[in-house]
């Protein structure tokens, strides 16, 4: 990867950076995202947009790509670094960039100074790297999504961190101290020393291994365990004192596979100190030597943790912390009763709209009844009418048709239905003027045609100016047609 050149940051504007941010915003919803939306939502002109564009490619803090669908622009590690730092700098955390003092997996290292030139950590997350893709295996930063940006997934990584070194510091453990951070940028205080695996010496032996082993099982009390403590993970101070770093994959006490993760970072100290140091001891901890004391896990909603822990706190909590179950009891007891007050006037609601659905009915089978009972004489006089209008019907229908046989029959069975029925006295209830489908129903399958309307339209609409990627590739096509015609002995 080499050092991170940030010799192009003072030399960017204002809205250089409000480009960048554009295209960050642009990538919530977009794999690509277009020159027009970019600057629509800089809110600048189309042209000076293209022009910054374009310089920003060149010095690689955006990259153009061809989709499938549409081209656009991404946003590149450089520039979201470019924007991590721009932000940090005017919050005066950092003043000064120095060397890359480390790489790994998943981030870099950096050596900053803040405006009294005081040595500062930054450590820039980088997921995505080919040595380490499994992150949906390996951590649970997808959560319920199904894909994501690898920028969006190092600015997850590095909110963790800073929670959990924050947390953690304040409990008293030897890690480095928080100061900032922005996006997938965390600043932290330098230590003065170097990683384990570089320390071929050691003065006392058994109390190194002694001390490690007990932040183990500490770490375990306080409800995580760190999932990979080894000797990269752990920087041995100038007078001999371990620093614990990366934090990331730190999970819960109570995760599925929580004794796995436990036993194999007891396992690492103890390869480590055989392999190096020669050092083999038979006292380590186990996952049932943890008593739980406090719930980091809760605090920073760690990887595991499940949300009823009932079954420990008859071990661990104290009187003070029974009065909270209590308290979270009556919390209950109140929401029931809320819930409870709540069905009780749906209840009500649901009885009223069935007395007036009730009354509705009601004044229906009253205008039904009045149908029932008109005199004998107007019953006549509208058959009388009926039969003449099916008369007129027979003869435009004799004088179209072709067929007469099949019009006399049509006919006279339309004379026998309208005698059965105008003869029946029951079926003059049936006609009625009410209403039998409700109008909310009516709304709504009005406006779920409307919404198929629209998708329909949505999708046959295409992209048009720069981004129209589809039209260049069926041009790509013709031509191509065109140029192998003589090969398939067409002319």
């Known amino acids: 990867m080499g050092k991170l050149d940030v010799k192009m940051l003072r030399y960017l504007t204002s809205e250089d950076f409000r480009v960048l941010t554009a295209i960050e915003m642009g990538m919530k919803n977009h794999e690509l995202v277009p020159a027009l939306l970019a600057a629509q939502i800089a809110n600048l002109r189309y042209g000076g947009v293209h022009k910054l564009l374009k310089e920003m490619c060149k010095h690689r803090l955006l990259s153009y790509e061809r989709g499938k669908r549409y081209d656009g622009y991404r946003l590149t590690n450089t520039g979201y670094d470019y924007l991590a730092l ?3 700098t005017q919050r005066g955390t950092i003043c000064s960039f120095g060397n890359q003092i480390g790489v790994g997996k998943e981030s870099n290292i950096y050596v900053v100074a803040n405006e009294d030139e005081t040595p500062l950590c930054l450590k820039l997350h980088r997921l995505g790297r080919t040595c380490f893709r499994n992150i949906k295996g390996k951590r649970d930063y997808l959560q319920h999504r199904h894909s994501a940006s690898w920028l969006y997934l190092s600015r997850i990584a590095a909110t963790r961190e800073f929670a959990y070194m924050k947390a953690l510091l304040d409990r008293g453990f030897p890690v480095p101290k928080p100061i900032d951070f922005n ?3 965390v600043v932290m205080e330098l ?8 320390v071929n010496e050691v003065n006392n032996v058994e109390a190194l291994y002694d001390e490690l082993m007990d932040l183990i099982v500490r770490l375990g009390n306080h409800g995580v365990i760190h999932g990979d403590f080894n000797e990269f993970n752990i920087m041995i101070k100038n007078d001999g004192k371990p620093v614990i770093i990366d934090f990331p994959q730190m999970v819960s006490t109570e995760h599925e596979n929580a004794e796995a993760y436990f036993q194999r970072d007891v396992n690492c100290i103890r390869d480590f100190f055989k392999r190096r140091f020669g050092y083999e001891s038979e ?4 996952f049932q030597d943890i008593t739980r ?8 909603r760690a990887s595991g943790f499940a949300k009823q822990v009932e079954k420990e706190i008859d071990i661990f909590l104290t009187d003070l912390d029974i009065e909270y179950t209590e308290e979270k009891d009556n919390e209950n007891i109140e929401t029931n009763e809320k819930d409870e007050k709540e069905t ?3 209840c009500v609601d649901e009885v009223e709209n069935l007395q007036s659905q009730f009354n509705d009915l009601q004044f229906q089978n009253q205008i039904s009844k009045k149908d029932f009972d008109l005199p004998t004489q107007e019953m006549v006089l509208n058959n009388e009418r009926l039969n003449n209008d099916i008369a007129t019907d027979e003869k435009v229908i004799t004088n179209e048709t072709h067929n007469s046989g099949e019009s006399c029959s049509f006919s006279s069975n339309m004379k026998e239905e309208s005698t059965h029925v105008y003869n029946d006295t029951q079926s003059i209830r049936s006609i009625s003027t009410a209403a039998t489908i409700a109008p909310d129903v009516i709304k709504k399958r009005t406006k779920l045609a409307l919404d198929k309307r629209e998708k329909i339209q949505a999708k046959k609409t295409l992209v048009k100016g720069e981004a129209s990627a589809v039209t260049r590739i069926r041009r790509d096509n013709r031509a191509t047609i065109k140029e192998s015609t003589g090969i398939w002995g067409w002319e």
């Open 86 to 88: 721009k932000v940090l």
């Open 183 to 185: 996006r997938h940028c």
């Open 191 to 198: 230590v003065e020393g170097g990683p384990l695996c570089n």
């Open 283 to 286: 006292l380590y901890p186990t």
């Open 293 to 300: 004391e406090d719930c980091i896990d809760n605090e920073v």
């Open 344 to 346: 009780y006037e749906d």
